[in-house]
């Protein structure tokens, strides 16, 4: 089948875009496996996805769902500046095999649920389609 211009195999083939693979950004990643307070490392990176996803999933642990919210959602709204800057549509994988998605991805899931958690369902089914619809094996994995 020949390409069409402007469009990828996987859109061809697939019928739809292809993945979205945010750029490796190993600082955050590291300080975090290191022991650094997720606060520091979301001040050091503030557009670091996975930074604000800890600290949603820090924060929902000791019950603070409120609080969990507000990360998650600079967590999710840094992913998807991130995510345009790479070519991303609005729609489209967003694979959890890539190790750069993981940011966005938790912070996605970490949204959903505390969404759930204080009610507010409709954000809840949205956020949880949109994290099935960008990877189902993120969905699997986070649960």
């Given at each position: 089948?020949?390409?069409?211009?402007?469009?990828?195999?996987?859109?061809?083939l697939l019928g739809g875009p292809p993945p979205t693979h945010l750029p490796d950004d190993p600082g955050p990643r590291e300080l975090l496996a290191k022991?650094?307070?997720?606060?520091?490392?979301?001040a050091r990176y503030p557009a670091s996805s996975l930074a604000w996803a800890q600290l949603a999933d820090d924060a929902f642990e000791r019950g603070a769902a409120v609080e969990s919210y507000a990360y998650a959602r600079?967590?999710?709204?840094?992913?998807?500046?991130?995510?345009?800057?790479?070519?991303w549509k609005g729609h489209g994988p967003v694979p959890w095999e890539h190790e750069p998605n993981r940011g966005f991805l938790r912070a996605l899931h970490a949204l959903a649920r505390a969404a759930g958690a204080i009610g507010e369902q409709e954000e809840y089914e949205r956020c949880t389609q949109f994290l099935k619809d960008s990877s189902q094996t993120a969905a699997q994995t986070l649960g």
């Open positions: 089948m020949p390409q069409t211009e402007g469009m990828s195999i996987h859109e061809n022991g650094t307070p997720p606060a520091e490392v979301a600079t967590g999710y709204h840094r992913g998807l500046d991130a995510l345009r800057r790479n070519g």
